[in-house]
């Protein structure tokens, strides 16, 4: 049974106060937008319907609409718009939008709230699937499977605005902000220019999150692909810019106008570390004399052929720590049989199958189908003695070289990304490339520093070590790019000295 709460959370139900709309829409007037229709797809209680009615007093047209009835009765008071219950997902937009006096301004704060969370509260107010595989390209830039509702909404008013003469002026999630862009601008959607305001979500909405004012002017023929970023409502230059710039978006644009010639393919492979969901089974630390503590307190003995030296992201953010526990790692490729586990180390098997209930119910639906005991991140870059790593759990651009701890590689945890190296020489080398300034100024040119996780393989992988090295003089590793032979570690076993680990 959902309760008031979840229908709040649901409809995204969190009004704009009368004070926010006034300061946004003299914003606009400043910015010489004069409408002569003004539409809010998801009025509520109508603060826009006002403020733009007193910003905008020779505007002809001033349309609201909303799901909520009480609030269409509450919004009639806001003269002289026209207010209607209507659900966004249901109303035929490309049709009102064509019979509206251009310029047309499309104002207000639409849903905050992501599909899952209206699916996960049995909700209703979901766009029709038919409708959102229509757009295409859509699934591929926001995931198929998690978007905000006010993305979906976003996206489709400016797909619907594009070839006007129009303006988009939101309230919503800074990362909506840059995704419904993104999809705008890949599509050549005809805006002319587009800026973002930050919006102080706490003081407005109570929500602990970046938010912004997003306006984009639309006009025909436009194609623009830059956005000015402005720190908040009352700033007049704009502090920075982002933009669309080979397929993808970049987060400072003056910046990659600086490096951008190192934007390429990174010639190998950057990896994700080791992925087991089951940390109080697979990560021990080591208690001497082949005996380890598991998460769950308990002393286990096991031989060490499984056993390898590994570091979390928190540990490997901080300079200079040793590894302090041991992973087990129980496959060196993805799919491997692991069957086998039980006649090279018996020990380790009775320990797997002891703890096999919490192996089995990992919820993620990549363990299925998959033999017992599986994990992934694994091949034969995991294995690789030397490692050049960096946490992709901080905001902070720090690579350290990793080389073995008693003879074994190190391995990471999954929000760790490394390339994998066969020398010290070859690490060093890279750690230099990648600690330049150059380095650093390229990446700070791709990555949004206020994303929650900024650093991924992704965007570690679009800086061209090729063109790096040569701007820097500096030979490219060798052995980078090469494929890795896999160590037989498995056959040695670790020196397990029971110290320092
Ligand atoms: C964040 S509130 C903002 C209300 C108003 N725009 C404002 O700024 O004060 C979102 C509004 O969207 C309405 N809403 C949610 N889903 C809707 C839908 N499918 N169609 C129309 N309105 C919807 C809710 O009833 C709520 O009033």
Redesign the pocket.
Known sequence: MSTKNDTKME??????PDIL?DKICSLLSDLNVTPNSVV??????G??LRASAKAFPDCRQILG????PN?VLASQTAEPALVQC????EKDWPSTLASLKEPILVL?????VTNAAVGMMSGK?LPKKSNFHRLNGFDAITGKSNFDISEWMLLHLLQWLSGSSAVLAM?CKTVVARKVLQYAWSKRFQIKTSATYSVNALEHFGASVEACLLVCILEPGANSQECEIYGDLDESIAHSRFAFRNGRLVANLNAFERYGYLYGRSPVKWRSGIKHDCSRVMELRDCGAQSFRNGFGEIVELEPTYLYPMLKSSELAKEDSEPARFMLVTQRNVGEDTSSIQHKAPRTWDYLAKYAEYLDSRSSSIYRKRPRFSIFGVGPYAFSSWKVAISGFYKKLQFRAIGPADGRPVVFDDTCYFLPCQSKDEARELLKLLNSQAAKGFFDSVIFWDAKRPITADVLGILNLGALSSELGVSLPGQVGRTMELPLWQSHGPRMTGEGL
Do not use: H, K
Request: hydrophobic share 30%; with cysteine; aromatic share 26%.
């Open positions: 409809y995204g139900d969190f009004q704009t709309c809010e797809p998801t009025c509520g209680t603060a826009f609409f909303d799901i909520n609030y209507e659900d966004f997902f207000g704060n639409p849903p905050w107010n309230l």
